[in-house]
């Protein structure tokens, strides 16, 4: 068992990091708290309680003539008070659909992170487009006609095996995009959302692969109904398709640019869009699929561990629809993610214990995102610790201290008759060592201000592990619960800082890289947008073509710009919402 309190058999149900029952929002369940009422609470006076003990007395009679079950009348009061309680509970209660985003009719119980995330956020900040929702609801229907089980996709299976080839149209007018998973959870997160918006714009059906050790569905619920997104284990390349590269004779750079390929007689057409992908490879996001030859290819399988949606805004063909699917363009991978990653009840369970037992009471959350990658990387660095303290204190993010040697300590505020102010702070990272050392400077000076400062980190792994169960739940929980905070310092190149600050819809502020093991001066600044950064998309004009010839891409794109944390990266931005 590991200190998330899981047995080592990834199959097997995963209780608690703290043994805490969660209880939904949204069920009927009570917790203890929930089964004593809470003092203070307004009690019915003693005269309405005789008058409706007197109501109820009186009441059966007529209910058994209309019943004529004795049990009756303890049912109907039952739903009575119910229907009250839930009118109450309607009046308050946030938008679980998110404007729309999401369907009801999904079992909660099956996975409570759908319905159940929104009590735990702030209130949207990017709203879903109207041609958004309507374009959600035909991908779903899409994904159910065509989906694995169905005949369509039974059909397409055995063409793919059997090698025949022909038009999308001649064959149910099914298409099919297969989305190799691979690297660390940050980067799968990325090119799930990223690629199912390329799914989105060229209608594919999207099937991702569960990844080595079948790691998908322990993650992540199913988000379309009545239909799954995994790639079967079935699936006719099962044995190959994982290890095609850039050489590959199906690789869209040789079938477009180096004309090593053939189209005639392709089974499929391979797109390689990982970070280092060669810029023939990178065509593809000037692809205009309405005409090329990628629309008479049934099946698409594309690698990437990287965030495309930036790439696909230089498309001429996609521009008009991405305007009308996010009229605000910072919008992209917050609304994709709420709309596609739910965590699994495991996960979810994960999360929502430890919100409630060290964050949720807090006046403010903030996240602090550890990732060091340079050499070296696995031993604690001093400098990287001066650079997180630096940021924050010039951010006026957490308090300074004071030194207190042989002072007397101050009354409590509940004494003194005032209410202190409590800042919970939640350290990620696979070393403790830089949340220790921040715990320790808080325990053993007084902050400034007054201010109560705790820190909390959920888990150290020392070393990252890929597919690996119970890492990738951890960190999966940890990625969420990043996105539950009221702001957010992440590290530099971090896909998984990426993905928590975007997730929670939040500007975070972006540690720079360091150099020659020296913090950074300045050591942070306030990203643009919520957006996370591509390290690999293009870098040329997608109506020229010239893939040798380097551009400002901002000149050509004003929501695109250069990312803060790399020099080469991209992101998308709004410039009307800017601040």
Known sequence: MDSCGRTERGDEPISSWLEIEEVSPLTGKKDAKQQAPASGVRRWSSVVSATVVVLIMTTPPLLFLLSGLLGAPVVWIRPTVASVGAQRQTESKKDALLGGLLLPGFDEQTCASRYQSVYYRKNMTRQPSPYLIKRLREQEALQRRCGPGTEPYLRASERLRSGQTGAVDDVDGCSYLVLISYRGLGN?????????????????????????????????????????????????????????????????????VNRSGSVSGMRFVYLHLDHAASPANRLVYCDNHRESFLRRMQWAIIRTDQYMAPGLFFNPAYQEELDRLFPLKDSVFYLLSRYLLHPTNDVWGMVTRYYNSYLRDADERLGIQIRVLFAGADKPAQHVLDQILACTSREHLLPGVVTTEGAAPQLPPAAAGARGSKKAVLVTGLSAWYHDNIREMYWKSATVDGEVVSLFQPSHEEHQQW????????????????SLTDKIVTSAWSTFGYVGYALGGLRPYLMFMPENQTAPDPPCTRAMSMEPCSHGAPSFECTRKEINTIINTGVLLPHVRACEDISWGIKLTDPDVED
């Open 467 to 482: 597919y690996h169960n119970k890492h990738d739940m951890k960190a999966a929980a940890e990625i969420y619960l990043l």
């Open 188 to 256: 799968r997160m990325l090119a799930i959302t990223s690629v199912f918006l390329y799914a989105l714009l060229t209608n594919r059906v999207l099937l991702v692969d569960p990844g080595y050790g079948n790691t998908l569905p322990d993650l992540f619920c199913e988000p379309f109904p009545g239909t799954t997104w995994a790639l079967p284990l079935d699936f006719p390349l099962e044995k190959q398709f994982r290890q095609l590269d850039e050489a590959a004779p199906e690789s869209y750079g040789n079938v477009v």
